[in-house]
Nanobody, 117 residues
Framework: QVQLVESGGGLVQSGGSLRLSCAAS????????MRWHRQAPAGKERELVA?????????MYADSVKGRFTISRDNAKNMVYLQMNMLTLDDTAVYYC?????????WGQGTQVTVSS
């Protein structure tokens, strides 16, 4: 059974930091690229925030988070992380972990991140 379980969300003040974690199981984690997406409230579209390849040596970021967020993975532990620094009100969203490989696509349930002023 495929599972992606996010954790680490919460309430943080503007300018603060959070580290999100995603625990993967039920599939060959090291064969999948991993992504973090987010969806802000008020019906906004889901946004791809960060991507890391299956080896962990290539990353991509949305312009809105570049220089503030860092995606990483530990293939030995089947974990992917998102370090978020210098958080702003615009970073408030539900953050989702996503595994992708060819035509396969798995999602977690999401973790809420709320940034307060």
């Amino acid at each position: 059974q495929v599972q992606l379980v996010e954790s680490g969300g919460g309430l943080v003040q503007s300018g603060g930091s959070l580290r999100l974690s995603c625990a993967a199981s039920g599939f060959s984690f090291g064969s999948y690229a991993m992504r973090w997406h987010r969806q802000a409230p008020a019906g906004k579209e889901r946004e791809l925030v960060a991507h890391i390849n299956n080896y962990g040596d290539a990353t991509m970021y949305a312009d809105s988070v570049k220089g503030r967020f860092t995606i990483s993975r530990d293939n030995a532990k089947n974990m992917v992380y998102l370090q978020m620094n210098m958080l702003t009100l615009d970073d408030t969203a539900v953050y989702y972990c996503n595994a992708v490989r060819l035509n396969l696509d798995y999602w977690g349930q999401g973790t809420q991140v709320t940034v307060s002023s």
